[in-house]
């Protein structure tokens, strides 16, 4: 049986994008982390130890977004996926990272990208 843990609207400070000055002055990203894991034990003990722990979710994905640079969302996304599904109880992960200032001529919200890895 598998269970959700979501953890969204994240936000950090980064310095990804095609464009140089992206990388130089960085900006803010919103990040949603969805992990499908088997959370049964930690469901019936009620044991921290047996789930996966929230707080290094975030530190994870904050230490990879402030930390390391890249031109594509994509490959920002699918680094943070990869990382995660190593937690042991992960079995599919989804990732969706925003950023409101693009160079595109004309009016949205955002750019969003999704990526989804899975055992």
């Known amino acids: 049986m598998a269970s959700k843990i979501l953890l969204q609207n994240m936000m950090f400070y980064g ?4 464009h140089e ?3 130089e002055l960085g900006q803010r990203f919103h990040v949603d ?3 499908v894991a088997d959370l049964t034990k930690s469901e019936d003990s009620d044991k921290p130890e047996e789930g996966i722990d929230y707080t290094t979710v975030y530190s994870h994905v904050k230490d990879i977004v402030e930390n390391h640079r890249y031109y594509m969302l994509e490959a920002l996304g699918a680094h943070v996926a990869e990382m995660l599904l190593k937690f042991p109880l992960a079995q599919e992960v989804t990732v969706r990272i925003r950023k409101s200032y693009t160079p595109i001529p004309g009016q949205f919200d955002y750019v969003q990208v999704e990526t989804t890895r899975n055992k």
């Open 33 to 35: 982390v969805e992990i």
């Open 15 to 18: 310095f990804h994008g095609i």
């Open 21 to 23: 000055y992206e990388r």
